[in-house]
């Protein structure tokens, strides 16, 4: 036999109490025997015989009833008993996939009419549920009632965002028990969608679970969307003439027909445009003198995904933030050049553009700093003068952004911003194998650096990049690293001083030291140091939602605080599938997420 719950049976211990009561209560007999009432004691004695007999009973009986309720909390079962019920014993977790491309159709109906086939499969399991999108949006722990479950698919909505269920998983492990003979079954319901997923995914469940997927499908195939809009400004002295070109695309096997209008304020243009199956369409507009600043482009149909349809862009003037390249003219310091000339010139829809130029260490000036908000140094601090020293300590108090690249100097670059006080990270030597024989690897990230914030969702290489040689940095506080090796080697520093910023990086842009300049990550990381730190609140260039969508969730003046994926104004996200990342429906078969995890389509 074996307890439930056998932390109960301690309350045996109990029985104790009466047993004390019952010596406390013991009569002793007077001893003192006088003649003239001999013929009591005889009276007394039988007395005395019955009472003892009754005080034992009440004592066996309150041990007994004391032993009962004890048994009763603690749950006796025999173990064979419970073998033959945890057979018909099961615990399920529902994952429900609420990113935008799940909005094709009724996703609550198959939400519903799904689970309820499921739960008539399983009558006696217990019930868990996971509501996902670019993050955990619900969350419903073992034992859910099917009427919460219920309630639950009715007020859950489709989400503006590319699905990324990274986090979802994470939570789904210990939703279940750890029974083992209890039977466990996780239950996918999404259209299964290339770009919503991550290999890691499934892996992190525990492989006891059994996985099944529950596909929905889509119940049209064709779509149309607007991939970007561009637009330049024509030379005219009399009027304002901005040229646009707008970028549609056919996603679907049949060709598509509908009217693209563009509006900016009261003015409206309209196009009736044919894509052919799988094409893109280029369509040009020519605005004259656009009374606003802000322009939507809009596809009039009612396709498969309608968060593509729509376009708003910013189309006043924007200025590019200036950006210099420090270097001392050294000939291996050329591929770095190429690549941050690579980086910093792509221009981004939505985000500040900016303008590079390079600059020789011995040509720099106090004058010629102020031109620049953000500077990249190639391991060339070290042949700047004490003059221009002190031009960039000042440069940086007023609020410029500095990003210093490690290399073969970094023992006197480092030591030169020691010198002026800029840095207080300081050099500790060479670390790694200069014949790439052995990779590092990244081994711990700050998560709460706002720098790290554009791979909140996980969609990174980072920690997948061989290092091959970096300089140990010597740290004044820990928190200034935001991601370092294995072994806590810094590669990535931020320090302030000032109004300004600096980072420093443990590497450097040659493939000699790392893969990092050919990594994933090294564009949005660089861009988003450059964008959080020196732009701060900027134009929306963007949206896909036309003005009146906006205007009905409380948006007027389409400006927003930057954010690295979904954009938010007045705390409301307006990015609605921004990256069209779902508009091509390339479902799961397409991409393998691993050998142990293949679909089972419901």
Request: net charge positive.
């Amino acid at each position: 036999m074996s307890f439930l719950f056998p932390l109960f049976l301690a309350a045996s211990g109990l029985i104790a109490i009466p047993v004390i009561l019952h010596f406390m209560n013991r009569h002793v007999p007077n001893k003192i025997i006088f003649p003239s009432i001999r013929f009591i004691m005889k009276d007394n004695e039988y007395h005395k015989g019955k009472r003892g007999l009754q005080d034992k009973i009440l004592l066996l009986i309150r041990i007994l009833l004391i032993l009962i309720i004890t048994l009763l909390f603690a749950k006796p079962f025999l173990e064979k008993a419970m073998q033959v019920n945890s057979r018909s014993y099961e615990e399920i977790v529902f994952f429900y996939d609420l990113s935008y491309s799940m909005s094709s159709g009724d996703s609550k109906r198959f939400f519903k009419q799904e689970t309820e086939k499921i739960l008539a499969a399983h009558p006696n399991a217990r019930v868990a549920a996971v509501f996902s999108s670019h993050q955990v949006e619900k969350l419903l722990k073992m034992g859910t009632t099917q009427t919460r479950l219920f309630d639950s698919i009715k007020s859950q909505n489709v989400r503006y965002s590319a699905g990324n269920h990274n986090a979802a998983f994470n939570e789904i492990t210990p939703l279940f028990s750890h029974e083992l003979e209890i039977k466990k079954y996780l239950y996918v319901l999404s259209d299964i969608q290339k770009y919503d997923w991550q290999k890691r995914d499934l892996t992190i469940i525990d492989p006891s679970v059994h996985i099944k997927f529950v596909k929905k499908e889509n119940p049209q195939k064709e779509n149309l969307a607007i991939l970007s809009v561009s637009f330049e400004r024509m030379k005219s002295k009399k009027q304002k003439l901005i040229q646009c070109t707008v970028t549609v695309k056919n996603y679907g096997l049949n060709k598509l027909s509908c009217p693209l209008i563009l509006r900016a304020g009261q003015l409206e243009m309209k196009s009736d445009i044919t894509v052919q199956a799988s094409a893109t369409h280029l369509e040009i507009f020519t605005l004259v003198n656009p009374p606003s600043n802000t322009a939507t482009a809009r596809l009039d149909i009612n396709d498969q995904i309608t968060g593509d349809n729509s376009y708003a862009f910013w189309i006043a003037n924007e200025t590019a933030v200036q950006v210099a390249v420090i270097s001392d003219s050294k000939k291996d310091k050329a591929i770095e050049e190429f690549f941050l000339k690579k980086i910093i010139s792509i221009k981004e829809s939505g985000y500040t553009h900016f303008a590079c130029s390079f600059l020789k260490a011995n040509t720099i000036t106090a004058d010629s700093l102020e031109h620049y908000q953000i500077i990249y140094s190639t391991d060339s601090i070290y042949a700047l003068n004490d003059t221009q020293m002190k031009a960039l300590n000042q440069w940086m108090k007023n609020g410029g952004l500095l990003i210093y690249f490690s290399g073969k100097k970094s023992d006197a670059s480092l030591s030169r911003l020691n010198k002026f006080k800029m840095s207080q990270v300081k050099y500790n030597g060479i670390h790694g194998d200069f014949n790439k024989l052995k990779a590092y690897f990244i081994g711990s990230v700050n998560k709460d650096s706002q720098v790290m914030s554009i791979f909140v969702d996980g969609r990174s290489d980072l920690n997948y990049l061989p290092i091959y040689r970096h300089i140990r940095f010597k740290l004044p506080d820990p928190k200034n690293a935001i991601f370092s090796a294995p072994n806590g080697d810094a590669l990535l520093t931020h320090e302030t001083l000032g109004n300004g910023h600096l980072f420093c990086f443990a590497v450097n842009l040659s493939p000699e030291w790392s893969d990092f300049p050919t990594s994933l990550s090294i564009v949005p990381l660089l861009r988003n140091i450059m964008n959080l730190l020196s732009a701060g609140s900027s134009v929306l260039s963007y949206s896909p939602g036309d003005e009146q969508s906006l205007r009905e969730r409380g948006i007027h003046d389409f400006k927003f605080e930057k954010m690295p994926s979904v954009t938010l104004v007045n705390s409301i996200p307006v990015e609605t599938n921004v990256s069209r990342m779902e508009s091509s429906l390339q479902y799961m078969e397409d991409y393998q997420l691993s050998e142990r995890n293949k679909i089972e389509e419901g």
